[in-house]
């Protein structure tokens, strides 16, 4: 999953047949501090985001399959939920060894 930031609306005349009424917004990806990565695309909207909305996306296959109520089209980003609070921890923060006894990965 991938983080972007809602940066506007993408206008199309003409579109692939399945996807007239499909909302498509310009979106910045970001890394989790929020920097930009990359240049800007363009992602269906799934969740009714705007302008500056902080966004999780995803790609390929997924994308195509987050739309509801619509037959396979040839999207290749989707938005799919807006973030409410971010938080960024550090790696050491985690324990990431897995202890004695029960756990949910024996």
């Known amino acids: 999953m991938l983080l972007g930031i809602v940066k506007g609306n993408a206008v199309c005349t003409m579109k692939y047949p399945g ?3 499909l909302k498509l917004l310009v979106v ?7 920097q930009p990565l990359g240049g800007l695309q363009v992602a269906a909207d799934t969740v009714q985001a705007g302008e500056g909305d902080l966004c999780v996306m995803v790609r390929a296959r ?6 509801p109520d619509k037959k396979f089209v040839p999207i290749d980003l989707a938005l799919v939920g807006i973030v409410d609070e971010l ?7 985690f324990k990431l060894t897995l ?3 029960w756990n949910p990965y024996s």
């Open 62 to 67: 997924e994308a195509a399959l987050a739309l």
């Open 28 to 34: 910045q990806p970001v890394n989790k501090h929020l």
């Open 19 to 21: 996807t007239q009424g």
């Open 99 to 101: 202890q004695r006894g």
């Open 87 to 93: 938080e960024v921890r550090s790696d050491e923060s």
